[in-house]
Every structure is written in structure tokens, then in C-alpha cells.
């Protein structure tokens, strides 16, 4: 059984930075490709990054492109994604999740394993 637990979120002014954490246990960590989902109030959940398993290949959705990094740390079994100049548009709930094989990218209907999500306010 995958586990996977975000932490990081909460209340941010506009412009502000915030970086999400997702600790995974249960199964190798570094097999798993993973990715950052998001859903706001209303809306569909929507891709966000992904990285590949060795972190050689990263993919971004064009909304958080050059203000979001998704990084990984396959010894501590954490992902992680680092968010700059937030927008009130980056408010939803984040979700973390991890797949077994394939390739970054995709929908959510791809991946595997899925956290419980974490809340992002993002103020103006």
C-alpha cells in the first residue's frame, strides 16, 4: 500500500512564495513517477508538474510555468514543489501523486496513488 502525505499549504499573500511537500512510503519511491494536481472550488482537478523517477525529465502546465519548480529527493522519499509569485489564481487544493511506469504528464486518470491534498489561499 502507496501512502502519500502533502504538507506545506496555507494562506499566501500575492507574490508570495510557498513550497509543498509529499512524503511517500510503502513502496520504492524511486520508481514512482510522480506529479502535483490541483483543484480549485468549482473546477476539474488539473495537471500541474510532473518529474520523472530520476528527475532527469520535469513537465509543467503553461498556467505555473517559470514561477513553479517540482523537484524530488528519492532518499528522503519526498516530492516537492517549490511556488513563487503566486497569483489568487493558484488557489485549490493540491494534490500530490505517483505512478508506476509511463511517462511525466498525462491526466489525473493516469496516475496510481493520490494524497489526501493540501489548501492554498492565495490573497490578494
Known amino acids: 500500500q502507496v501512502q502519500l502525505v502533502e504538507s506545506g499549504g496555507g494562506l499566501v499573500q500575492a507574490g508570495g512564495s510557498l513550497r509543498l511537500s509529499c512524503a511517500v512510503s510503502g513502496r520504492t519511491f524511486s520508481t514512482l513517477v510522480m506529479g502535483w494536481f490541483r483543484q480549485a472550488p468549482g473546477k476539474e482537478r488539473e495537471f500541474v508538474a510532473s518529474?520523472?523517477?530520476?528527475?532527469?525529465?520535469?513537465s509543467y502546465a503553461d498556467p505555473v510555468k517559470g514561477r513553479f519548480i517540482i523537484s524530488r529527493d528519492n532518499v528522503k522519499k519526498t516530492l516537492y514543489l517549490q511556488r513563487n509569485s503566486l497569483k489568487p489564481e493558484d488557489t485549490a487544493v493540491y494534490y500530490c501523486a505517483g505512478r508506476t511506469g509511463g511517462t511525466i504528464g498525462g491526466g489525473p486518470d493516469v496516475y496510481d496513488y493520490w494524497g489526501q491534498g493540501t489548501q492554498v489561499t492565495v490573497s490578494s
Open positions: 518529474i520523472s523517477w530520476r528527475a532527469v525529465r520535469v
